[in-house]
């Protein structure tokens, strides 16, 4: 009579362990599950970072390390590595190239999808060009759905950074803006804003860890919000993303 409850409870127990699909599964101080489901795979996107993707070879992050006096200190979620995806013709990488992001490089949050716009292991990078104004990322292998970068309009003058996500329609309206490579380096520009630097850009950590990317309108490197890194982003056509 007693043992359903018991059997419930492992049940409960070991389905608490793995993460969601498309969850986090790793990175400094996480405390969650680091498993993912049948199939999926627990992929590094940043030291703050790993999430659960479909297929692959599961990585076993580890979050933290034993410190002194009984203390804890974090260990990132794994050694600098490079990308095995090889650059196709005619695209680029997109990364940065100053600390504390210095070889991150450009990504969708959730891979491969119309989500925020972050930065991340060279693992995981995405392929880029500039067409028409538009920053528009390669597809992936089997779909064939771009997805172009999209910027928040500016509410008011107060306002000193920009979000950008990626959609599967190009930018369109008053708050597209253009994207030109001035060099190998990764400007925007919109007729309705002054900006002391078009290539000036903001990497803010979030909550989980993920490193978004903004379009900073302020000066570079003077007033930079708390939590964030000033940035500038570079085109790389390397054969593969390197570390």
Not at 28 to 39: F, L, R
Not at 184 to 192: K, V
Request: charged residues 10%.
């Amino acid at each position: 009579m007693t043992r359903y409850p018991i059997i419930l409870a492992l049940i409960t127990a070991v389905a608490a362990q793995t993460a969601s699909e498309y969850g986090q599964c790793g990175g400094i101080n996480w405390t969650g599950a680091t498993t993912c489901p049948s199939g999926w795979t627990c992929t590094v996107s940043s030291e703050y970072y790993s999430q659960c993707l479909p297929g692959g070879t599961s990585v076993s992050p580890t979050t933290s390390a034993s410190g002194g006096s009984g203390g804890t200190s974090p260990t990132s979620t794994s050694s600098a590595s490079s990308g095995t995806a090889t650059l196709q013709s005619g695209w680029n990488w997109i990364r940065a190239v100053e600390d504390p992001n210095f070889h991150q490089y450009l990504q969708s949050e959730v891979l491969n999808t119309a989500s925020t716009a972050v930065l991340g292991s060279p693992t995981t990078a995405g392929q880029f060009q500039v067409t028409g104004g538009q920053l528009v990322q390669n597809a992936p292998a089997g779909s064939s759905n771009m997805l172009y970068a999209v910027v928040e309009g500016r509410a008011n003058s107060s306002v000193t950074m920009l979000g950008m996500s990626w959609s599967t329609d190009p930018a369109s309206g008053d708050n597209a803006g253009t994207f030109v490579f001035s060099g190998d380096t990764l400007e925007w520009s919109i007729p309705t804003i002054t900006r002391p630097q078009d290539n000036a850009w903001l990497v803010c950590p979030d909550a989980a860890g993920n490193k978004l990317l903004y379009i900073n309108l302020g000066a570079y490197d003077y007033e930079t919000p708390a939590g964030c890194a000033d940035e500038t982003i570079h085109a790389y056509t390397g054969a593969t993303a390197v570390s």
